[in-house]
């Protein structure tokens, strides 16, 4: 994609990566991404804001051509990771009078990171502001969305907020701005889950302070702009405020059918007390799509057979994910068969130190599942239903 104009004298540079499928060796991309980096032309001096991914070096230096960049006053580095700040050892050699804009902690991170002199950095403290000539740049810290150093920049004259990974999408596409708002809320819903969703708290603290800002565009660091920003602005707000919806997360693991015909009958026991439910079976889920699942769910049961005395390893991921994720949920419980015994129960109970759930009576039986276990089965859906009715879980 060639430079797309934001503004007079503002646009965008950065890089689309329609091919990559993996993120930070864990992330899985089915859309791809992009790394979005933008320029600000002042009367009297230019600013970059955030690079792109080193996979992408060479994007970023074309299209500062097709612009005809001669001279760069600021690199504003919103966030150290290296998919925003890869380049910037690249960009400050070619434009090697340019001074890197951060916050203290990030000055640090990008030396450690990117052995970039120290004397080549300005830092700045949350409010201050950098004036362009005609325009001013705003910096505003945000720790943990989602790292320790993070800031975001407003652009105040054409109120533009660039807030780096906060808002973005995995999204490789042509549409420089939001066209299809189905087709970003789910990559956008997605990147929250896997990436911003451990951090809610924060967030919630920095909607508030952004309600002060009058902002026409937000343009993140990765998928298309928002030129409507309350879309993006609503999503977030629901995701990180909105109480937990009466939505039942069953992922799983069936070695010799036992624990499948368990979440079968469970299932259906879970849709007749009118409760939604998401199954994923581990053996084939995006474990993207079960991070998303749990932005809303109230409870997660997982469903294991036992290996060595304790659950299935791919229900240990899960359960790890579930538990670095901090989701909203409020009610847990396992349900699984065993061949002689075991300690699944002991051993995903003390897996979830991040959570504050009440783990419901476990269901586990031995062997192939009976009607004794078919109807415990049936009083946790009872349980369930229940609980998400007391608290209004609608």
Not at 17 to 28: A, Q, T, V, Y
Not at 97 to 123: G, H, N, Q, W, Y
Not at 333 to 351: A, D, K
Request: with cysteine; aromatic share 10%; charged share 25%.
């Amino acid at each position: 994609m060639s430079v797309v104009k934001l503004a007079e004298g503002v646009y965008w540079v950065g890089a689309i990566d329609w091919n990559r499928r993996l993120f930070d060796s864990l992330i899985p991309l089915p859309d791809g991404t992009s790394y979005n980096s933008y320029i600000i032309r002042g009367k009297e001096k230019t600013a970059i804001i955030d690079t792109v991914d080193t996979s992408m070096t060479h994007e970023l230096p074309k299209h500062l051509g097709q612009l005809g960049i001669n001279k760069v006053d600021y690199v504003i580095a919103n966030h150290a990771e290296q998919d925003h700040s890869g380049s910037l050892p690249h960009v400050l050699e070619k434009y090697p009078e340019a001074k890197v804009i951060c916050t203290p902690r990030c000055k640090d991170m990008l030396i450690d990171l990117l052995m970039i002199p120290s004397e080549k950095f300005v830092t700045v403290n949350d409010k201050d502001t950098i004036s362009l000539g005609n325009r001013t740049l705003e910096f505003i810290h945000a720790p943990w969305v989602h790292w320790p150093e993070t800031m975001l920049t407003y652009l105040r004259e054409d109120r533009v907020l660039f807030p780096c990974d906060l808002f973005g999408s995995h999204l490789a596409t042509s549409d420089a701005f939001v066209k299809d708002e189905w087709l970003v809320y789910e990559a956008a819903k997605r990147y929250f889950a896997e990436i911003m969703m451990p951090f809610r708290s924060n967030i919630q603290k920095h909607l508030e302070r952004l309600k002060e800002y009058k902002i026409d565009i937000i343009a993140p660091s990765h998928g298309p702009m928002y030129s409507r920003p309350d879309f993006i602005l609503q999503a977030y707000r629901s995701w990180v405020f909105d109480e937990p919806k009466n939505i039942v997360i069953l992922p799983y693991i069936s070695m010799h059918g036992s624990t499948q015909k368990m979440v079968e009958h469970f299932v259906e026991a879970l849709m007749q007390r009118g409760i939604g439910v998401k199954q994923f079976d581990l053996t084939v889920t995006d474990i993207g799509k079960l991070a998303m699942s749990l932005v809303d769910a109230a409870t997660v049961v997982v469903g294991t057979p036992t290996v060595l005395a304790g659950p299935h390893p791919n229900v240990i991921h899960a359960v790890f994910l579930a538990n670095a994720l901090r989701p909203k949920i409020k009610f847990v419980s396992v349900i699984g068969s065993y061949g002689w015994g075991g300690r699944t129960v002991e051993v995903l109970s003390s897996m979830l130190p991040n959570l504050k759930v009440e783990i419901l009576e476990p269901v586990l039986c031995k062997g192939y599942p009976r009607e004794a276990d078919f109807n415990s089965l049936d009083k946790l859906a009872d349980t369930i239903a229940r609980k998400h009715k007391e608290n209004n879980f609608v």
